[in-house]
């Protein structure tokens, strides 16, 4: 619900950072890589029961890379690859924090989390099939950015969960509630995104 707007506000300084990135040599796929590896260095350290301010400074760092990726392949020149991994690295990071706060305290945390990363499996299919299919159909759209990948907009998009991750490391006993509540909502989102293909592919 929020990318729009916050790719209104992003974009312009991403882009020009990637291309002062890519004029140096940078690679879009090192940078996803690097991003990755920030967001599971804060799940571990999560997991291992360490919250607040380090872990969620990895986040957003985490995260801007992200951002920075797209930029640096837009700068030097796409590939279909560098989009497929930039959304398995992304899976893999909003998969891992969930996680780690399972394994932090599995007696408290677990059916919350088990359910939060069964609502991320079901919205994932649902973004993912919709994306297949307008493919197919040769659908272009670019409201969430130029992506690689057709983009439907959400209830919860990649802003919400940001942010909900943040307060979870930031709070972390707001964990249990936070994952119910935000899990419902990415089933409302999935919900949407059926019915959207319902009338779209139909």
């Known amino acids: 619900m929020l990318d729009g707007l916050m790719r209104e506000m992003i974009d312009a300084p991403l882009n020009r950072g990637g291309r002062w990135l890519a004029a140096r040599g940078a690679s879009a796929d090192v940078i996803t890589l690097g991003g990755l590896a920030l967001g599971l260095a804060a799940a571990g350290l999560v997991a291992a029961g360490l919250f607040g301010i380090v872990p969620a400074l990895l986040i957003l760092a985490s995260r801007l890379a992200d951002g920075l990726d797209g930029a640096v392949a ?3 020149g796409k590939s279909d690859f560098g989009g497929y991994l930039d959304i398995v690295c992304d899976f893999a990071f909003y998969g891992a ?4 706060f399972v394994i932090a305290d599995p007696a408290a945390n677990g059916a ?3 359910f939060l990363l069964a609502s991320f499996y079901v919205n994932a299919a649902t973004f993912l099939g919709y994306a297949i299919l307008a493919e197919k159909r040769g659908m272009r759209t670019a409201q969430r950015g130029e992506k690689s990948l057709y983009f439907t907009a959400g209830l919860l998009e990649g ?4 942010l909900f991750f943040l ?3 930031l709070w972390p006993s707001t964990f249990v509630l936070g994952a119910w509540i935000f899990g419902a909502l990415c089933l409302v989102t999935a919900l949407a995104r059926v019915q959207l ?3 779209t592919f139909r």
């Open 112 to 114: 919350a989390g088990a």
């Open 74 to 76: 837009r700068a030097r």
């Open 159 to 162: 802003t919400e969960t940001i």
């Open 97 to 100: 924090i969930p996680l780690a």
């Open 197 to 199: 293909a319902v009338r």
């Open 167 to 169: 307060v979870l490391v």
